[in-house]
T-cell receptor, first 107, second 112 residues
Framework: DAKTTQPPSMDCAEGRAANLPCNHSTISGNEYVYWYRQIHSQGPQYIIHGLKNNETNEMASLIITEDRKSSTLILPHATLRDTAVYYCIVSRQNFVFGPGTRLSVLP | KAGVTQTPRYLIKTRGQQVTLSCSPISGHRSVSWYQQTPGQGLQFLFEYFSETQRNKGNFPGRFSGRQFSNSRSEMNVSTLELGDSALYLC???????????FGQGTRLTVV
C-alpha cells in the first residue's frame, strides 16, 4: 500500500472550512484514497473515499489532483465536534494508518 | 442498521494468560479486519477475514490468531499475553475489498 504524508497538526476556527492535505505520490492506479477520523480513542469513523473524481457527501468533500499524487479533505463548516485525528489512507485493502493530522477546531 | 459490535469493551488480564475478543460485523458484510492501536505504534493491521478465510495478515507474532464463522462474526485470540499487548483492539467490517470499512468502538485490553 502506498505511503501517505500528512501534517501532524492543524488548527481551524469554528465555522470556517478546514482543508486537510495529504500527499500520496506513490499511489498506484487501482488504489483508492480513504479518509477516516478518530475522536479520542473511539473507533475510527469513515468520512469519504474516492478513486479519481472529486467526491462529496454530507460530511465532507474530497478533492483529488489530476495526477492523483495528492488530495485534500474539506470540512466546509468546522465545528468543535470535528476536533479529531484525521487519517488519509491509500489502499485497495488492509488499511495502513499513518500518524494522521490532529485537527483542533477553536472557538 | 446496527453497527460493528465488539465485546467486551474492557478487559484486564494477567501476563501469560490468553484472551478472546469478539466482533459482530454489520449485517451483510463479509469482510472483517482487526487492528491494534497503541500510543507508540499507532493503528496497525493484524489480519483480515473474508468468507471464513484469512486473506491477509499483518506483521504480528503467531500468538495473535483469528477466525471467522459462517455468519461472518469473527474472533481474535492472543495467547501468552505480554505487557506490550495492552492496547485498543479494533474490528472493522466491509462488504468487499475496495469498499469503505466501518469500525467498532474497540476492546481495550490491559495486561498486568
Amino acid at each position: 500500500d502506498a505511503k501517505t504524508t500528512q501534517p501532524p497538526s492543524m488548527d481551524c476556527a469554528e465555522g470556517r472550512a478546514a482543508n486537510l492535505p495529504c500527499n500520496h505520490s506513490t499511489i498506484s492506479g487501482n488504489e483508492y484514497v480513504y479518509w477516516y477520523r478518530q475522536i479520542h480513542s473511539q473507533g475510527p469513523q469513515y468520512i469519504i473515499h474516492g478513486l479519481k473524481n472529486n467526491e462529496t457527501n454530507e460530511m465532507a468533500s474530497l478533492i483529488i489532483t489530476e495526477d492523483r499524487k495528492s488530495s485534500t479533505l474539506i470540512l466546509p463548516h468546522a465545528t468543535l465536534r470535528d476536533t479529531a485525528v484525521y487519517y488519509c489512507i491509500v489502499s485497495r485493502q488492509n488499511f495502513v494508518f499513518g500518524p494522521g493530522t490532529r485537527l483542533s477546531v477553536l472557538p | 442498521k446496527a453497527g460493528v459490535t465488539q465485546t467486551p469493551r474492557y478487559l484486564i488480564k494477567t501476563r501469560g494468560q490468553q484472551v478472546t475478543l469478539s466482533c459482530s460485523p454489520i449485517s451483510g458484510h463479509r469482510s472483517v479486519s482487526w487492528y491494534q492501536q497503541t500510543p507508540g505504534q499507532g493503528l496497525q493491521f493484524l489480519f483480515e477475514y473474508f468468507s471464513e478465510t484469512q486473506r491477509n495478515k499483518g506483521n504480528f507474532p503467531g500468538r495473535f490468531s483469528g477466525r471467522q464463522f459462517s455468519n461472518s462474526r469473527s474472533e481474535m485470540n492472543v495467547s501468552t499475553l505480554e505487557l506490550g499487548d495492552s492496547a485498543l483492539y479494533l474490528c472493522a467490517s466491509s462488504l468487499e475489498a475496495d469498499t469503505e470499512a466501518f469500525f467498532g468502538q474497540g476492546t481495550r485490553l490491559t495486561v498486568v
